[in-house]
Each structure stands twice: as C-alpha cells, then as structure tokens.
C-alpha cells in the first residue's frame, strides 16, 4: 500500500490532469442581418474604413464595407461582433476555426480575412480572399485555421484569453492607378469552433501539470525543529530537567538580614572559640578570603 503522502500526492496529481476534460460543445457564430450595433471597426495602417448596414443583402440585409487608403498606403479594418466571444477558459482550448462569408463586390474588390482580437491585440492569419470576380454574390467558402497561422501567436489553449472574432478587409493604394474606392457587401458570416477533443484536453491537463511541478519546493532544512539554545545571558540549562540552581548573592538579597562579619568580629555567642579563631587568623597569608560551603 502506498504511503499516505504518496496516495495524496498521486490523487492529485490525477485530478490536476483530468480537471480540463469537461463537457463542452461546438460554438458556431453566425449573423446574417448585421446591425450596426453589434458590429465594431478597429483600424491599422493609414486610411479610413467604414461598415453599415443596408438592406441589398443575400437575402435581407448586409454590410456595406469601404476602405480608403491613404495615397500610397495601406489600410485594414477589423470588423468585431460584439457577441462572437469564445473564452477559451470556459468553453475549452481551441483545435481549430472555420470561416466563411458570403461578399459581393460594388466597385473594387478587398482582400478578405478571418480576424479577433485577444488580450489587447488584433490578430490576422497570413491567407485570405481577394474579392473579385463576377457580379454577384459569392462565397469564400470555408478555411480552416490553425494557431500556427497567425504569426502574432495568439494562445488557444484552456489559460487563453477570451477571443473576439470577426472579419478583416484590406486594400493598398496603387499611385499609378489613381484613387479607387474599394466598396464590397458582405452577408452570412459563419465561424465555427469545435468541441475540443480529447486529445487536446488531455495536452492541457499536461500543461497544467508542468506549471505546478515547476513550482519551487520548499528548502527541508527551513523546515527542521528549532532546537533550543541556551543563550550566554540566560541562566544555564540543566539537561536532567529544569533549571539549575543559582547561587543566592547575599549582597543583592538584603531582605535575608544575614549579618556582615568583618575580618576582626566574633558574633557574642561564639566568644568561647576566639583563641582558636585568633590561631587561624595567624596562620593564613593576608589576602582576600575564598568561602567554601560544604
């Protein structure tokens, strides 16, 4: 039978690893009449970028999106839903993502990506769409992306921040080309996020397993009994127990009214011995007097 240290130590240890592998479930965010209110525009680069609704979508309503570079330049617009927030932490690590929309170009076309933002930071794979072709209405179809696509390095894992997803449009100015306009539609977005498998649960159940393995130990010799001292001030310690015994000092004990015996006083009832007292007087060398109790 395992030690009780040792049984505690590996209980944990297994419920550490099987704490990530909880129910979760596919997440799918879709929005296929795109209010203006639930839709946000972050920008990069130089140029200005605007999205609102109207009403020519496939069918219904869609968003309108121009992008306007500056001359020589280049612009992105990330395009938010304030509802597509995937926290990795609650709904679990991510394997991978699937996007699609639908797009209809009105003059020029954009280049196209999947986009989010996490922690602070926005983020764009290195693929995408160029929106170009045909009159009409069409679709990306669906791409597949992975963490290792998005060279800013996002973290999908279960101690990921929440994710906000959406969609990028990016267009250059061509000096030679002269000042387009570059206006597409947009409708029926689709991303999907699917169940972490267990595979993954079990890769963060690792993860979390090293982070707390990693963790300093404690130094055993900061946890040994302090064994007591006897300091140099203090009275000595009797090993045998309790204290030893000091010394009374007659001096510092005045309330013990113990006579003080010069070297010449005799107390009266001893007056019978002073010849004797006065023989030993003579024999011992002058000098101070050692006491000896026996």
């Given at each position: ?27 799918t ?32 309503f ?13 612009v ?7 509802g ?10 991510i ?25 602070g ?17 069409a ?61 993954v ?33 203090d009275r ?29 006083e ?19 060398p ?5 006491a000896?109790?026996?």
């Amino acid at each position: 039978m395992l030690p009780p240290t040792l049984l505690r130590h590996s209980l944990c240890t297994l419920l550490l690893a099987l704490a990530p592998i909880t129910a979760h479930a596919d997440v799918t965010f879709t929005d296929g009449t795109f209010d203006d209110l639930d839709w946000s525009i972050t920008t990069s680069g130089l140029g200005l970028v605007t999205g609102s609704q109207v009403g020519s979508g496939n069918p219904g309503f869609a968003r309108r999106v121009v992008n306007l570079p500056d001359v020589g330049e280049s612009v992105f617009g990330w395009h938010l839903h304030d509802g597509f927030v995937y926290d990795p932490a609650i709904d679990g690590a991510i394997e991978f993502v699937d996007f699609s929309i639908e797009y209809e170009n009105q003059d020029t076309g954009h280049f196209l990506q999947l986009g989010f933002e996490q922690g602070g930071t926005l983020y764009r794979p290195t693929s995408g769409t160029v929106t170009t072709g045909a009159a009409g209405w069409a679709s990306t179809g669906t791409a597949t992306f992975l963490e290792s696509d998005f060279p800013a390095g996002p973290d999908f894992s279960a101690s990921g921040p929440p994710i906000t997803f959406g969609f990028v449009t990016a267009n250059s100015h061509d000096p030679a080309a002269g000042y387009i306009p570059n206006t597409v539609a947009y409708d029926n977005i689709e991303i999907f996020v699917p169940e972490p498998t267990l595979v993954v649960q079990l890769i963060a159940g690792a993860a979390l397993l090293a982070v707390v393995h990693r963790r300093p130990r404690p130094d055993p010799r900061s946890q040994r009994p302090i064994r007591p001292r006897a300091d140099r001030k203090d009275r000595p310690v009797d090993r045998r127990g309790g204290e030893r015994p000091v010394p009374t000092h007659l001096e510092s004990e005045p309330d013990l009214r113990v006579p003080n015996f010069g070297q010449g006083e005799i107390p009266y009832d001893q007056e019978d011995d002073r010849p004797r007292a006065e023989a030993r007087d003579r024999r011992r060398p002058p000098g101070p007097r050692v006491a000896t109790h026996r």
